[in-house]
C-alpha cells in the first residue's frame, strides 16, 4: 500500500509513526470529510478504518486538530498505534502483509 500519496521520505528523517485511525460517525458528510483528511496521511483499509503515517506526535495533535473542528461531540474516533513489531506480524485473512510504510524512500 502506499502511504501518503506524492509525499517524499528522505534518509535521516525521523522514522515515522504508523496508526490505525478508525471511527464511528453516523452522519454521512461528516464521515466523508473525516476520511477525505486521513487520506492525506495514509490508506483507507476499510470504509471507516485507516492506516496513517506521522513523522512525530506533534503531527498526529495536527490531525486531531483538525478532526475535532469536523466532528460532532458524539462522534468517535480512535488512533492505536502500531509498533514494527506489530506491523511486521499483522496480515490480512488471506495472509498478505499490512501497513508497509513509507511508500518511497530517496537515498
Do not use: W
Amino acid at each position: 500500500m502506499a502511504a501518503r500519496r506524492g509525499r517524499v521520505y528522505r534518509l535521516g528523517e525521523p522514522l515515522m509513526e504508523v496508526y490505525v485511525a478508525c471511527f464511528d460517525i453516523s452522519d454521512d458528510g461528516l464521515r466523508a470529510r473525516v476520511g477525505k483528511v486521513l487520506l492525506r496521511y495514509g490508506d483507507r483499509v476499510q470504509k471507516s478504518v485507516f492506516e496513517i503515517a506521522v513523522r512525530d506526535h506533534g503531527e498526529l495533535e495536527t490531525i486531531r486538530q483538525e478532526l475535532v473542528e469536523i466532528v460532532a461531540d458524539d462522534d468517535n474516533i480512535r488512533f492505536y498505534r502500531l509498533c514494527g513489531t506489530c506491523r511486521s506480524a499483522s496480515s490480512t485473512l488471506d495472509g498478505q502483509k499490512v501497513a508497509h510504510f513509507p511508500a518511497v524512500l530517496i537515498v
